[in-house]
């Protein structure tokens, strides 16, 4: 992909031991693999290289917010994240990414890129139901909040209409 220059490592130079990386995230990022689920993004990466002679560890960690829709009021908020993703790097004949734990790179490979493993630690780390704040403790104020509370089973103001079939053979079994 174009204009990830910047989330290319050259590791053919690095010496054994330890190397760290920091980026910021935001909307560009993601504009670049035209996603468009967050309309805002406020994301600090870290990564931690640690160079042995044939391998590679990295720990990739994720922090901030992206602005999110709530699921249940339709509402946009700021979701906090966080996240890590660990990863092994080895050398073998041909690129191989198969694997969520270790990738391996061919033996003539110089650099390597990681912008689509702080895509998918930024995109994981958002949770499957995203829930503002203030619906969890029951602040928020809307039509649509209104209407739920109103149409839950456990609402005593909500009408119980009833089979009538139903009901006589109810009466059928409490008459014995």
Request: glycine content about 4%.
């Amino acid at each position: 992909m174009e204009n990830f220059e910047e989330y290319e490592i050259q590791f053919t130079g690095l010496k054994n031991g330890e190397h760290e990386y920091k980026y910021h995230i935001d909307e560009a990022f993601f504009a670049l693999f035209n996603y468009k689920e967050f309309s805002g993004v406020d994301v600090d990466v870290s990564l931690l290289l640690e160079k042995q002679t044939n391998v590679m560890e990295l720990t990739l960690q994720v922090k901030g917010t992206v602005n999110v829709i709530c699921d249940v009021s339709l509402v946009a908020y700021d979701q906090p994240i966080e996240g890590v993703l660990n990863l092994e790097v080895k050398f073998g004949e041909a690129f191989d990414d198969e694997d969520d734990e270790y990738l391996i790179l061919p033996y003539d490979a110089h650099t390597l890129e990681i912008q689509q493993y702080i895509y998918e630690s930024v995109i994981l780390a958002v949770p499957y139901k995203k829930v503002h704040p203030k619906v969890k403790d029951g602040t928020m104020k809307s039509v649509i909040i209104e209407k739920l509370k109103e149409l839950s089973p456990g609402n005593k103001k909500a009408k119980k209409e009833t089979d009538p079939r139903w009901d006589k053979l109810k009466k059928l079994l409490n008459d014995k």
